[in-house]
Nanobody
Framework: QVQLVESGGGLVQAGGSLRLSCAAS????????MGWYRQAPGKQRELVAA???????KYADSVKGRFTISRDNAKNTVYLQMNSLKPEDTAVYYC?????????WGQGTRVTVSS
């Protein structure tokens, strides 16, 4: 059974930084990509950033230049460094791992940015 454990969320003032981590445990045959999504109250879940096994990355336009995604393949861990946070970044952030057989989701970690 695959489990994703997220950490690093919290309350921060606008302009501050947070680093999210997501560690995947269990048997995963292979991983195509790992990513972070977020869902703000009353809004749909949206992709924030993703990184492939080869290291290619993509970002939502709203976070480009402020957020950086990285992964440690040996540890099956993905990170999201969030800088220059804005109140509109407030959301529950979810980790997602995509493998050839299935996709797995974390339980979510809340990020609140105060103005």
């Amino acid at each position: 059974q695959v489990q994703l454990v997220e950490s690093g969320g919290g309350l921060v003032q606008a302009g501050g930084s947070l680093r999210l981590s997501c560690a995947a445990s269990g048997t995963i045959f292979s991983i195509n990509s790992m990513g972070w999504y977020r869902q703000a109250p009353g809004k749909q879940r949206e992709l924030v950033a993703a990184v492939t096994s080869g290291g290619s990355t993509k970002y939502a336009d709203s976070v480009k230049g402020r957020f950086t995604i990285s992964r440690d393949n040996a540890k099956n861990t993905v990170y999201l460094q969030m800088n220059s946070l804005k109140p509109e970044d407030t959301a529950v952030y979810y980790c997602e791992v995509d493998s050839p057989l299935s996709s797995y989701w974390g339980q979510g970690t809340r990020v609140t940015v105060s103005s």
